[in-house]
């Protein structure tokens, strides 16, 4: 690999210009009191300065608020998500730059990777963050067998190797193997991110290891827990954030404790960017998130309760907010989208019944399915146009794309797909028109969704009325998502939808792991990804030629450099493409982004993307700004 990534430094470790702020006037009073050191003393001696050139901002100024909603109390972990303050993160060009870490080197082989801390960085309560918290993690937490009884997670193996921990001084560590791991990196860029430190000077005092027996005891039957590893857990929840006391890294610190319906973040005095300016991020002192189901989000947003909104709006709801535009101060912007498909068809090529097993398994069944689709109808009927026919596959923007990947078999045609059945066999008919499967039964098919997007059950009415042009008739069944998933895990499930790919924007550093078999929750083939989870204790090996090759390239593209990822990625969408394993329905539909009129650095067009991207995270909401 022989990557080293450089941090952003300030000339001479100055911080400070003459056009930058003296002091962030939210802080003004307690640095005035003496609570809170001066601005300089709290920043790193390297602060991470944005590239505002690069990422075409304008430095702002300090102060105000801004408000989404969120349509769950769950959902404040999205303040992680937008915040996305990583050891290295995506930038708008989708490449890894450090930011948390000062710099991060990469031996040629791949397989050491040595983390340089910024000197002076602290946690949210001015504590030191340093290689300490790396070590508490590694020693502490993910190989204590009471709080971690699996071990690491998985992307800290290759293969059965565990890493190999390393401080090499108070601001370095290091992880190593003997094999590349091609997971690190993507995998701390995360926009859920693994959290590979942890604040130790504060979880100690929950911890058997540094805590007296007896207090530590009593602080777990006060709270009616089981354990102290209970106790450190709940107490320990980065991502969660229902400990409004634990230290944080994030550019805001979450100030309500649940229940609420209205969550205030307020802005981290210690937080480790900057403007070019020199002026300490964030601008905007305070997010709040306020809680509404989900029903009424837009109606919400479209009276200007908002000052930026993408979060359960969909393209449905574009009309309306257009409509409100003149009467509220806000823009509705329409991003594109970073899946691969905005909803696809998964045949569970490992169901249990062994009639249909045969049948999803014969790659002209999923063929003629996709060809059986009127695509066109669908983008007219719903989505204004706008949208895109496409199968569920990587985008134009990505390195990896090919036209074909997303344009095989999507073309809408009856007769081929009638061709296509018959030639399989399946040309018996009832007295209603519908074909026999081959032990007598007629072709009717559940598709299973998980009801939570409406538009999923609007496709499928209009899918059914154009398979049955075939001799196929669907039925639609409604479930909760865990028990859809549950019942394909079991091999119940015989087609479901569901949202498409979250990365069409993979790259060949991208984990291929959406497009082969290992991982249960990929509904096309979950009893082969529960195999290779659980090293083959659980679930099914593949046993389809496609299959076993896509786990040869799998392994190829583990091991090999970045000329053997390109080419093994490339044989995995190669075979997807043609195996039909997922049946894109539509893609590219836009996603409507409601901003403030007053509201600065905000792209007025962006890619809206869980993975990799955070949804606002890669533009950074730190360096948002009132312009009033």
Known sequence: MGAIFAGGLCSGGAVLSTSAQAEVPYFEDAVATGDLPPMLDRLPEHPKVIDFEAEDKTVGKYGGQFVTIMGRSKDIRMAVVYGYARLIGYDENLDLKPDILESLDVNEEGNVFTLHLRKGHKWSDGEPFTAEDFRYYWEDIVNNDELFPVGPPRFLFVGDEPATFEILDEFTVRYSWSQPNPFFLTELAGTRPPFIYRPAHYLKQFHENYRDAAELDAMVKERGLRSWAVLHTDIDRPYKLSNIDRPSLEPWLITTEEPSDRFVFVRNPFYHRVDPAGNQLPYIDKMIFNIANSKLVPAKVGAGEVDLQSRILSLKDYTFLKQAEPQQNY????????????????????????????????????????????????????????????????????????????????????????????EMGLDERNGDGIRLLPDGRP?????????????????????????????????VKGLQREVLRNRAYTGETIISIFNGIDNGLATPNSVPSEFVPVQQDTLQWPKWGQ??????????????????????????????????????????????????????????????????????????????????????????PDTFWWDR
Not at 362 to 370: C, K, N, T, Y
Not at 460 to 472: A, C, P, T, Y
Not at 548 to 573: C, F, H, P
Request: proline share 6%.
């Open 331 to 422: 823009n509705v912007r329409l991003w594109d989208v970073g899946a691969g498909a905005y909803a696809a068809l998964y045949p569970n090529l490992t169901c249990s019944d062994p009639v249909w097993r045969g049948v999803l398994r014969d790659v002209r069944f999923r063929r003629a399915l996709s060809l059986a689709i009127n695509r066109t109808e669908i983008n007219r009927v719903m989505f204004f146009g706008l949208a895109q026919p496409t199968n569920n596959t990587v985008l134009p923007k990505s390195p990896l794309y090919k036209p074909e990947y997303r344009e095989n078999y999507i073309q809408f045609d009856v007769d081929k797909a009638n061709a296509l059945l018959d």
């Open 443 to 475: 072709m009717e098919i559940i598709v299973e969704t998980t009801g939570e997007n409406p538009e999923h059950d609007d496709m499928l009415e209009l899918v059914g009325d154009s398979w049955r042009q075939v001799g196929i008739k669907m039925f």
């Open 531 to 620: 195999y290779y989870q659980t090293d083959g204790e659980a679930g099914e090996a593949p046993d389809m030629p496609a299959a076993k090759e896509l786990m040869v390239q799998y392994r190829k593209w583990q091991t090999g450099n970045d000329a053997a990822r390109m080419a093994a990625w490339q044989s995995i969408l190669d075979i997807n493409s043609e195996n039909m394993f997922s049946i894109g329905l539509i893609g590219n539909v836009p996603q409507p982004v409601v901003v403030d009129k007053d509201m600065r650095n905000v792209p007025e067009k962006g890619i809206h993307s869980w993975e990799p991207g955070a949804f606002f995270g890669i533009y950074r």
